[in-house]
């Protein structure tokens, strides 16, 4: 440890641990089918027994004739017959099966190791504050990151199945380039992310360590003559970046929305306020970032805190938002699969017939969508947890809301802090991981919003047309 650094180790013990466990162990049973139920499909002979018996005579081969017919084709019976469905506890063997489980598998798997190992470096730091080893933690959450993003990407592409879908979230893209431009631009006034005041010193960090390097000692051209002064690039990049984000997002908040919707219905007053807790909170969060708010909690005639301590209590809301959403994913996937319930008592309002095999199909797809449905669930809140954790170690904040040391220039130098640190530095780690967990939750929180207006006042039944 002496020798490669306690960072290092613990992230090769995390490592060695995963694939360890990735075939001996499974934690979706712990994070997701723990306590839901799903609903049996009837059975052939079930439905059978409720037709109405035939008053014709067939002889043996009409009968086998018949047979065969119904077991290639199926059979119709009324939409309106009074079948029975069962409740059976979600097995995690029966998920092996289902589309996106692999995915569903890693993620719960990495994200509990994940935070383990940020949990250990930050104890770490806390004892050793002279400890100047590049916290490797970082990269370790930086490539979860990746993961979850690989994942959505996954899922939106296994999701996006006809035109029109593949149109809605293309268009939902477009609009959310156009608002990530323009608030990109426009972030510094409305929000307390110094984004200009970051790319100033990014710019000026560059030129610094070019000069400490040494590449132009035998050149006459001055590097700080090429420095880049137009963000421009930056907040195209950025625009791109967030729109192929919501393009990703949009099904997956619509998905929340409509769990969100069911959970209302049937849970207690207890758990309602927790499934508000968990809707309403990434709201308070974004205000906790505008500028007027702002300025009365840090600078106003009744001062209530340091901007430090509101740095750090922006950090404690996204974990409070990430537990609550944990806490109430019973509800919230219990009723995705209640879902098939909603669908049945909807087709027995309706007249005419229907054949046995799309009964059964009917019922058993909302099962079958369990992985994608809890990965939609997950995602997005995960993905807002591990920016908010890169933003408290970047940007060096203290888990009790303490004063964030000043840098000195003089100490601040390229052999002290390293080349990575140097470039990268406290403010600017804290103005990129801030806007980027701003617009991450501005996303989530107005396509959720979105979707809850959706189903709420565009369709009748938030049963129906849920296939995304």
Not at 66 to 80: I, V
Not at 93 to 112: A, G, N, R
Not at 428 to 456: M, P
Request: hydrophobic fraction near 50%; glycine fraction near 4%; charge should be positive.
């Amino acid at each position: 440890m002496a020798i490669l650094g306690f960072h290092v180790v613990i992230c090769l013990v995390a490592i060695t641990l995963i694939s360890k466990l990735v075939r001996r162990a499974n934690f979706i049973d712990i994070f997701v089918t723990n306590g839901l139920y799903r609903f049996l499909a009837p059975s052939n002979q079930e439905l059978k027994a409720l037709l109405p018996p035939t008053k014709e005579k067939m002889n043996q081969r009409n009968r086998r004739k018949k047979r065969e017919d119904e077991a290639a084709e199926g059979f119709s019976l009324p939409k309106s017959s009074p079948f029975q469905l069962n409740l059976y506890p979600v097995d995690v063997k029966d998920l092996v099966q289902f589309e996106m489980y692999t995915s569903l598998h890693w993620l719960c798997l990495c994200i509990p190791v994940c935070l383990f190992v940020y949990t250990l470096s930050e104890v770490y730091n806390y004892i050793m504050p002279d400890n100047r080893d590049f916290n490797v933690s970082i990269v370790f959450m930086l490539v979860v990151i990746m993961f979850v993003l690989q994942v959505l990407t996954a899922l939106s592409s296994y999701l996006v199945s006809s035109v029109d879908e593949r149109g809605f979230m293309i268009s939902i893209g477009c609009l959310y380039f156009l608002f990530s431009f323009i608030f990109a631009m426009n972030s510094h006034r409305i929000f307390d992310i110094q984004m200009l005041e970051a790319y100033d010193k990014l710019s000026t960090n560059i030129a610094d360590f070019v000069e400490s390097s040494g590449l132009f000692d035998n050149s006459t051209a001055n590097i700080r003559d090429y420095r880049p002064t137009n963000p421009l690039m930056m907040y195209i990049s950025l625009s791109v970046f967030f729109s192929m984000l919501s393009a990703m997002l949009v099904f997956p908040n619509f998905r929340c929305a409509i769990m969100y919707l069911k959970a209302l219905e049937n849970d207690g007053r207890i758990k309602k306020s927790l499934d508000h807790v968990a809707f309403l909170l990434p709201a308070f969060i974004l205000a906790s970032y505008s500028k007027p708010l702002v300025y009365q909690l840090v600078q106003g005639p009744r001062k209530v805190m340091s901007l430090d301590q509101l740095d750090i209590l922006r950090i404690y809301m996204i974990i409070g938002w990430v537990l609550s959403k944990f806490l109430t994913r019973v509800s919230h996937l219990q009723a995705h699969l209640n879902l098939a319930y909603d669908k049945v008592a909807e087709m027995r309002a309706e007249a005419g017939k229907v054949k046995n095999y799309t009964i059964q199909a009917m019922i058993y797809r909302y099962y079958r969508y369990l992985c994608c449905a809890a990965l939609q669930y997950f995602g997005p809140a995960v993905l807002a947890l591990l920016f908010a954790l890169l933003l408290k170690t970047t940007g060096n904040l203290s888990w009790i809301g303490a004063p964030t040391p000043q840098s000195n220039t003089e100490l601040n130098t390229l052999a002290l802090s390293g080349p990575i640190r140097f470039v990268f530095d406290a403010s600017i780690c804290r103005a990129f991981f801030s806007f980027l967990l701003v617009v991450t939750i501005l996303i989530n929180f107005t396509l959720q919003l979105l979707g809850v207006v959706y189903h709420s006042y565009f369709v009748g039944n938030t049963g129906t047309n849920t296939s995304n």
